[in-house]
């Protein structure tokens, strides 16, 4: 089966400019996760989506990131205006269900390079 | 709040050898899930295994073991007969309780194997 797709695989802008990112899950994949992680960090949860609602958003930061999954399949998440430390890798990932033994699936990432 | 503890930054072992990276996780939830995830350098992450905090015998999955200290709130993977491709970075992290699937990751270990 197809695993979770994302891109641009790489993208490189200048502070206070905008860009944004894709994920398309596995095919029946109710769960949907955005993840950042910083250079030599574990990942750290942005937002989750279950189907087309956000169940968790609390880490964030509202007022420059933004993030939908419209229709309940793909997803994007947006950054703007984009700030120095926002530098890492995006990784979007995707489970069948919320279940406490349920295994995400990721995508390969988007590395993002803000100057 | 779950937290994930890995203290080893790096870690190296001979081919062949067998090596155990550690993992400590402090939560209140009494339904928690374990789970070991393999970066490569490329950048994607692997699932290699899972433990739920019920199950009675500890998991296994090929070369890959993980030994559950419940009492002590362990889980350390172990990777027998390590092979080249085994170098990666790997995650320790943790659901359950409230956290609806998704994970929370440790700061990972850096494992290095020489031929």
């Known amino acids: 089966e197809a695993g979770v797709a994302q891109s641009p695989r790489y993208k490189i802008i200048e502070k206070r400019q905008s860009v944004a990112f894709w994920c398309n899950p596995i095919s029946g994949h109710a769960t949907l996760y955005w993840y950042q992680q910083i250079l030599g960090q574990g990942p750290k949860l942005l937002i989750q989506f279950q189907n087309n609602g956000v169940v968790d958003d609390s880490q964030l930061p509202k007022d420059r990131f933004s993030a939908e999954r419209l229709k309940g399949v793909d997803s994007t998440l947006k950054i703007q205006p984009a700030k120095l430390e926002d530098s890492a890798v995006y990784l979007c990932?995707?489970?069948?269900?919320?279940?406490?033994?349920?295994?995400?699936?990721f995508g390969s990432g988007t590395q993002l390079s803000v100057l | 709040a779950q937290k994930i503890t890995q203290t080893q930054p790096g870690m190296f072992v001979q081919e062949k050898e067998a090596v155990t990276l550690d993992c400590t996780y402090d939560t209140s939830d009494p339904s928690y899930g374990l789970f070991w995830y393999k970066q490569p350098s490329s950048g994607e992450m692997i699932f290699l295994i899972y433990q739920g905090s019920y199950d009675q015998q500890n998991a296994t999955e090929g070369r890959y073991s993980l030994n559950f200290q419940k009492a002590r709130k362990s889980a350390n993977l172990v990777i027998s007969a390590s092979q080249l491709g085994d170098s990666a970075m790997y995650f320790c992290?943790?659901?359950?309780?409230?956290?609806?699937?998704?994970?929370?990751f440790g700061q990972g270990t850096i494992l290095t194997v020489h031929p």
């Open positions: 992290a943790m659901s359950g309780g409230t956290s609806y699937g998704k994970l929370t």
């Open positions: 990932a995707s489970s069948l269900s919320r279940a406490t033994n349920e295994k995400l699936f």
